[in-house]
């Protein structure tokens, strides 16, 4: 059976199940208002016998499509008292409107208060230090989302207004799209979204990101999206108010306010409910502000199933008010949940035991006689315990408590899986919409009625559909031919990529554009320059895992009226032991400092505007060959051979358009060079080989390649390189260890430190071209394209390259705030604040010592910062840097 018809006979089935069962109901509908007669928009409703939440729309209204029977519906909004309704549902239609009454807070003595604090600060910690429990508590679960969203374009800037116009946007109109999904999740982070059915007014529409958002935890501490009131790190960004109580049920639920310390765009403000004694998420009301516009997030959890609460509705509101756009959006989401497994072998913490036996003492005690013996608890278990039987934690004790709960967690996900990590196409699946949308009814099965703008929404589209379906067919063949001659025009200058398909196999052809940053250059050696690149890929047919990858480059140099050409190849054939043999030829004029060396473009300005040429260039006519594996996971083995017919060059060109009256510095003119004949043409043959090792080095297995994700430990490199004599007539003579350690560590939220260190030592250096030599990674020019992380900011390119012996060192800690970010009025920047710490010791330049401070992300793309040099501990120079990330 095709996987295709497999999947479409899945989705017939699921609606099925959705449709049949509605046709044969009846509907419950009504408006749910405020005791002032004020219609409550996206009120929360939660019918316990069939897990399923919905929420009002716009209006206030809802409907939900009900088989004969009695239900226990309990309606709730933020700051409203929760109503519960027994309605019986018979042979006809239910109208049932709801009241629902403000809700009154009591203020009480709460039992983890400490001191003269807020007593909301003791109720966090609790809430704190058990969010990892709650994120992994649940083992899987199965549930249809129906899910529902638009936006209102109430203003476009006239400079837009055609773009989007054919587009299909206009302003004034709302734009709506509702879509039936099966959501599956698997512990820890594996998720099928399976979307039967959607239909849309939205111009390329895609709701993936949507549902990114509602399957956000705010018990997870190390999402991207956002910091979470109820992360590890809460206390450094969050202040909290206790605002008092009320009852619900057989729960106390706590009130709390959020406020952050300061302005960021990762920061929520609002409220957040937290359940006494369980400690475990009610609902949040939090705003998000980002550059755009405001974001509001509600969303309500019920005790699903076994003691674990689960969203069951979302909303999402969203105010865009910037560069002259006006634009009100909102999400709902309406959760059934058809299946819900615990994960029993994550230990219940012996708090949460007790809390369940007072407010449950006869459920609970049936529980205690089913359960089995736990057994011994080992000692993280014995840890977590004794700081949970704490009535007042501290902050460290809830930091602590909260590290350990994370480490045991991690510990029974590592027993089961090793080093081996969910590939991604298992962590998010998505599976596209398998049942035509006109096929269903959806007044049948919509849980979240449409509003009045939304029902004129689909009309007004429909009428669209009809109009475009009658265009004079001759108006439609002109544009897609103007739009054809657009698309080559483009491809040709911007660049494009072709793929062609048979039987023996894929190719696809990437050229790279006349015209880009790194198309056109300018140096005094070659003078004007054109460069072209491309990428070709030869995919073997029903082995993808194997590819041969060539990249050809070609360049006319004007000044030397010379062609240049490279091509590089790589042959990849084991993807899960990386192993790949590369081929390198080409006849190139070449930065003396290969690595790490000033880019083209940075070069071109300096030279065009400045008349100050950094790069330092050889004719390199080389062959090189190599072969890169994997030895063991995390252990890589890499071993080349490369033969160089070396030339030296000359300036060709004096050209800048400025200072007519200044030459450019000798090609060759190399400060602090004591040995002046490295720099002459050369025959040179070296064999280099390097063995990186990083111990636990965890990884994904994706269509069949390895891909290594991260490792909480270093990497250690070691690298022996030697020149050989007499092959090919090769005159090199050098033998040279490097040995370096570096790791980047990357703490959520923005924190990071990333350090290296380095040592090499030449045990031979007879014969050696410059090029070989151990070049830095210098910036001696103002302004970059690098990144300062491993770079000296104030030493001269090439002056202290070395084919002696050298230590060096970098280390760079990242934080969002540190100095600058302090100030008012630009905590909300999306900035980086940077520490940067450099060292180099050569034979003849000792303790050079190099501080910086930097911010990084400027406009998402720009680095500003300033540097100290001191040699031998005494201050040398200071220097302004811009560096620009045009990647």
């Given at each position: 059976m095709e996987p295709d018809f497999k999947r479409k006979l899945y989705s017939i089935i699921v609606i099925i199940v959705l449709v049949v069962p509605a046709f044969n109901a009846q509907v419950l509908t009504g408006v749910v208002s405020s005791a002032k007669g004020e219609t409550i928009p996206f009120a929360s409703i939660y019918i316990k016998e069939l897990t399923t939440g919905t929420t009002?729309?716009?209006?206030?209204?809802?409907?939900?499509?009900?088989?004969?029977?009695?239900?226990?519906?309990?309606?709730?909004?933020?700051?409203?008292?929760?109503?519960?309704?027994?309605?019986?549902?018979?042979?006809?239609?239910?109208?049932?409107?709801?009241t629902l009454k403000q809700q009154d807070y009591q203020i009480k003595e709460v039992r983890v208060y400490s001191g003269k604090e807020d007593p909301a600060y003791g109720i966090m910690r609790k809430a704190i230090s058990l969010a990892p429990y709650f994120l992994r508590q649940v083992k899987h679960y199965k549930a249809n989302v129906y899910l529902k969203g638009g936006f209102d374009m109430n203003k476009v800037p006239r400079l837009f207004r055609k773009q989007l116009k054919e587009e299909g946007i206009v302003q004034g109109n709302t734009y709506l799209t509702e879509s039936i999904n099966e959501i599956t999740f698997n512990s820890p982070n594996r998720f099928v979204h399976h979307q039967i059915s959607k239909r849309s007014t939205i111009p390329n529409n895609s709701e993936d990101e949507v549902l990114g958002y509602l399957n956000y935890s705010f018990y997870d501490s190390d999402s991207d999206l956002a910091i979470s009131p109820l992360s590890r790190k809460a206390?450094?960004?969050?202040?909290?108010?206790?605002?008092?109580?009320?009852?619900?049920?057989?729960?106390?639920?706590?009130?709390?306010?959020?406020?952050?310390?300061?302005?960021?765009?990762?920061?929520?403000?609002?409220?957040?409910?937290?359940?006494?004694?369980?400690?475990?998420?009610?609902?949040?009301?939090?705003?998000?502000?980002?550059?755009?516009?405001?974001?509001?997030?509600?969303?309500?959890?019920?005790?699903?199933?076994?003691?674990?609460?689960?969203?069951?509705?979302?909303?999402?509101?969203?105010?865009?008010?910037?560069?002259?756009?006006?634009?009100?959006?909102?999400?709902?989401?309406?959760?059934?949940?058809?299946e819900v497994n615990l994960d029993h072998e994550l230990p219940v913490p012996t708090s949460l035991k007790n809390a369940y036996a007072e407010i449950f003492p006869e459920e609970e005690e049936q529980e205690v006689e089913k359960s089995a013996d736990t057994g011994v608890l080992n000692k993280n278990q014995q840890k977590i315990e004794s700081l949970l039987k704490k009535e007042d934690l501290s902050n460290r004790e809830m930091l602590k408590l909260s590290r350990l709960m994370e480490k045991e967690n991690q510990s029974l996900e590592q027993k089961a899986r090793g080093l081996k990590l969910e590939s991604l196409d298992s962590t998010y699946k998505i599976i596209r919409d398998t049942i035509d949308a006109d096929s269903i009814d959806w007044n049948k099965i919509r849980p979240i009625p449409l509003s009045k703008k939304e029902v004129q929404s689909f009309g007004i589209q429909d009428s669209l559909t009809l109009a475009l379906a009658g265009m004079d067919k001759d108006s439609v063949e002109v544009k897609k031919e103007k739009s054809n001659k657009a698309r080559i025009v483009g491809g040709v200058l911007g660049g494009k990529k072709y793929t062609l398909r048979d039987s023996s196999g894929i190719i696809t052809l990437r050229h790279y554009g006349l015209i880009n940053l790194n198309s056109i250059g300018f140096n005094a050696v070659d003078g004007w320059q054109l460069l072209q690149r491309f990428n070709i890929r030869y995919y073997l047919p029903n082995k993808c895992e194997s590819r041969l990858n060539l990249y050809p480059e070609l360049k006319y140099s004007l000044g030397r009226n010379k062609f240049n050409w490279k091509l590089g190849s790589v042959f990849n054939y084991e993807h899960i032991k990386h192993t790949?043999?590369?081929?390198?030829?080409?006849?190139?004029?070449?930065?003396?400092?290969?690595?790490?060396?000033?880019?083209?473009?940075?070069?071109?300005?300096?030279?065009?505007?400045?008349?100050?040429?950094?790069?330092?260039?050889?004719?390199?006519?080389?062959?090189?060959?190599?072969?890169?594996?994997?030895?063991?996971?995390?252990?890589?083995?890499?071993?080349?051979?490369?033969?160089?017919?070396?030339?030296?060059?000359?300036?060709?060109?004096?050209?800048?358009?400025?200072?007519?009256?200044?030459?450019?510095?000798?090609?060759n003119d190399i400060e602090g060079?004591?040995?002046?004949?490295?720099?002459?043409?050369?025959?040179?043959?070296?064999?280099?080989?390097?063995?990186?090792?990083?111990?636990?080095?965890?990884?994904?297995?994706?269509?069949?390649?390895?891909?290594?994700?991260?490792?909480?430990?270093?990497?250690?490199?070691?690298?022996?390189?030697?020149?050989?004599?007499?092959v090919l007539n090769s005159s090199s003579k050098y033998q040279m260890l490097e040995f370096g350690v570096d790791q980047d560590l990357e703490w959520n939220f923005m924190y990071g430190l990333n350090y290296n260190v380095k040592a090499g030592y030449y045990f031979d250096n007879?014969?050696?071209?410059?090029?070989?030599?151990?070049?830095?990674?210098?910036?001696?020019?103002?302004?970059?394209?690098?990144?300062?992380?491993?770079?000296?900011?104030?030493?001269?390119?090439?002056?202290?390259?070395?084919?002696?012996?050298?230590?060096?060192?970098?280390?760079?800690?990242?934080?969002?705030?540190?100095?600058?970010?302090?100030?008012?009025?630009?905590?909300?920047?999306?900035?980086?604040?940077?520490?940067?710490?450099?060292?180099?010791?050569?034979?003849?330049?000792?303790?050079?010592n190099e501080i910086g401070y930097g911010i990084s992300q400027i406009f998402m793309m720009m680095n500003v910062g300033v540097f100290a040099g001191f040699h031998e501990f005494e201050f040398e120079e200071v220097g302004f840097k811009v560096s620009l990330n045009l990647d």
């Open positions: 009002t729309n716009l209006d206030g209204e809802y409907s939900l499509s009900l088989t004969p029977g009695t239900y226990k519906v309990s309606f709730q909004a933020l700051g409203f008292a929760r109503v519960i309704e027994i309605i019986s549902i018979n042979e006809a239609d239910v109208v049932k409107n709801i206390f450094s960004f969050y202040k909290y108010r206790y605002e008092g109580f009320f009852q619900q049920g057989e729960y106390y639920i706590n009130k709390i306010k959020v406020t952050p310390k300061r302005k960021n765009q990762q920061l929520f403000d609002g409220y957040i409910y937290i359940v006494d004694q369980l400690w475990n998420l009610h609902s949040v009301d939090l705003v998000n502000e980002q550059f755009f516009g405001k974001v509001r997030v509600r969303q309500v959890q019920e005790e699903v199933k076994g003691k674990a609460w689960l969203p069951v509705s979302h909303q999402f509101d969203v105010d865009v008010q910037t560069f002259g756009f006006n634009v009100t959006a909102n999400y709902g989401g309406s959760v059934k949940y058809e790949a043999f590369y081929l390198n030829a080409g006849q190139w004029s070449q930065d003396f400092n290969t690595e790490t060396g000033i880019s083209n473009f940075a070069n071109t300005v300096s030279s065009l505007l400045f008349k100050e040429n950094y790069m330092r260039l050889y004719q390199d006519n080389y062959f090189q060959m190599g072969i890169k594996t994997d030895l063991a996971n995390g252990l890589v083995f890499d071993i080349n051979g490369k033969y160089q017919n070396i030339d030296k060059l000359e300036n060709s060109s004096n050209y800048a358009f400025a200072y007519p009256k200044r030459n450019y510095y000798d090609n060079l004591s040995n002046p004949d490295a720099l002459n043409g050369r025959k040179s043959f070296y064999i280099e080989s390097t063995l990186r090792y990083t111990p636990n080095y965890y990884y994904r297995v994706d269509g069949g390649k390895k891909r290594m994700i991260y490792s909480d430990y270093p990497t250690l490199t070691l690298k022996y390189k030697q020149g050989i004599q007499g007879s014969a050696m071209h410059f090029s070989n030599y151990t070049h830095f990674n210098t910036s001696e020019i103002p302004v970059s394209l690098k990144d300062w992380k491993q770079n000296y900011n104030l030493l001269d390119d090439y002056r202290h390259s070395t084919n002696r012996w050298f230590v060096e060192g970098h280390l760079c800690y990242s934080t969002p705030y540190l100095l600058v970010k302090n100030l008012p009025f630009l905590q909300d920047k999306l900035w980086t604040e940077n520490v940067y710490l450099h060292h180099l010791t050569r034979p003849d330049f000792r303790n050079y």
